[in-house]
Each structure stands twice: as structure tokens, then as C-alpha cells.
């Protein structure tokens, strides 16, 4: 069964809003979760390197007031799309570093949020 | 750095017909090597990885991929394609160790035809 449970699978919503996605790691805890981008038909771009605790590192390009994001605790990374548009649509995935009985992967993938700016 | 070039965004096979997905990579140390799959609107799951022990390495679903140092490759493949297999597959490299930062591929779309 799924180790990273990513949460809304989709959302659509009018431009302006804020739209916050969820991920979280069922059974093991995260001192790293990773948050990508993946446009249709394209490969993942990583956007930030989150760090329980810590602030988050960008990937060059990403912008940090647009994309927020917060790693409370272990098993909980947020990213929050702040007055989203309609080119902030996109694909949006999560991942966990895997530790304790995770560790045989290096990350674990939650099943991605479908973001739609209308 | 580290750097990885799928050769072919889009392979087709027949049911039963053997399937080749290439993986070329770059890294200026010696790298852990993975092969991932999406399905439509899904995130990434792992099918196979080498972390510097057998260069033969086995995965699910009858996967199996071969690296070679000397041709800097990990190509993937499954000897019987079958249609469940249509799917996005991504090569990824890192730096392995602790370093759990992922590069991935282009991706390389998978169809099976009846």
C-alpha cells in the first residue's frame, strides 16, 4: 500500500485563490520531503529540498513567495500555491526520504495533485 | 553533477515482443542508478535499482536492467511486453549514499499494441 499519501489528488479553482497540497508519510517519518513539478507529457522538476524544521532550499527559478513551503513535523510537508494563475497549472508531486524500514528506496512518490487555475 | 539521457521519448512494442528502454547517465562519482514508472495521473513507483552491488539487477513486473561503467548505460528490459506495461518510464541517478537527491530522464512512453 502507498507510504506517501498526497492530498487533494485535484483541485480546480479560480485564479487569485491560494491552494495548499498536503504530504505526508504513513508509516515512517521524513526529516526530507522533495516537492516537484511536472508538466504534461515532461519529466519532474524539482522544485525544493524541504527539511523538517527548517526552511526550505530552491531549486534556481522556483519562485520562494509564490511556492510556500512548511515542514512542520515528520510526516507532514505543505506546499502552498499563493494567488495561483493559470500557468501555476500543473501536476504537482510530492516525495519522502526514506528512513528506519523505508530506507530501501530513496524516495517514496505520492500520486501527485492535478492543479487547474481557471 | 549528474545528468541522464533517455534515448527515445516513445517506444512502441507488440504484446509479447521484448522491450528495450535505454538509459544513458553522467556523474562525476560513482552513482545509484533507478528506474521509475508513472501511470496516467499517478505519481512515480520503483521498478528496479543499482546501488554499486550486482550490476544485474532484477525489479518488478519482470523488469530487469544491466549497468555498464564502461558504456555509462543502464538500459531496461523486460523480455515479453504485456499491455498492463503502457506506462511512462523514467531513468534517475544520484549521487547515492545520503545524498537522496534524484535526476531524472525525459521519461520514455511506453505502448504495447495487441
Known amino acids: 500500500g502507498a507510504v506517501v499519501s498526497q492530498h487533494p489528488s485535484r483541485v480546480i479553482c479560480k485564479s487569485g485563490t491560494s491552494v495548499k497540497i498536503e504530504c505526508r508519510s504513513l508509516?515512517?517519518?521524513?526529516?526530507?520531503m522533495f516537492w516537484y513539478r511536472q508538466f504534461p507529457k515532461q519529466s519532474l522538476m524539482l522544485m525544493a529540498t524541504?527539511?523538517?524544521?527548517?526552511?526550505?532550499?530552491?531549486e534556481q527559478g522556483v519562485e520562494k513567495d509564490k511556492f510556500l513551503i512548511n515542514h512542520a513535523s515528520l510526516t507532514l510537508s505543505t506546499l502552498t500555491v499563493t494567488s495561483a494563475h493559470p500557468e501555476d497549472s500543473s501536476f504537482y508531486i510530492c516525495?519522502?526520504?526514506?528512513?528506519?524500514?523505508?530506507?530501501?528506496?530513496?524516495?517514496?512518490f505520492g500520486d501527485g495533485t492535478r492543479l487547474s487555475i481557471l | 553533477a549528474q545528468s541522464v539521457t533517455q534515448l527515445g521519448s516513445h517506444v512502441s512494442v507488440s504484446e509479447g515482443a521484448l522491450v528495450l528502454l535505454r538509459c544513458n547517465y553522467s556523474?562525476?562519482?560513482?552513482?545509484?542508478l533507478f528506474w521509475y514508472v508513472q501511470y496516467p495521473n499517478q505519481g512515480l513507483q520503483l521498478l528496479l535499482k543499482?546501488?554499486?552491488?550486482?550490476?544485474l539487477v532484477k525489479g518488478i513486473n519482470g523488469f530487469e536492467a544491466e549497468f555498464k561503467k564502461s558504456e555509462t548505460s543502464f538500459h531496461l528490459t523486460k523480455p515479453s511486453a504485456h499491455m498492463s506495461d503502457a506506462a511512462e518510464y523514467f531513468c534517475?541517478?544520484?549521487?547515492?549514499?545520503?545524498?537522496?537527491?534524484?535526476?531524472f530522464g525525459k521519461g520514455t512512453l511506453l505502448t504495447v499494441n495487441p
Open positions: 534517475a541517478v544520484s549521487a547515492g549514499g545520503s545524498n537522496y537527491k534524484l535526476t
Open positions: 556523474s562525476s562519482v560513482p552513482p545509484y
Open positions: 508509516d515512517f517519518q521524513a526529516t526530507t
Open positions: 543499482y546501488t554499486s552491488a550486482a550490476t
Open positions: 524541504s527539511n523538517e524544521g527548517s526552511k526550505a532550499t530552491y
Open positions: 516525495s519522502a526520504q526514506g528512513t528506519g524500514v523505508r530506507s530501501n528506496q530513496p524516495q517514496h
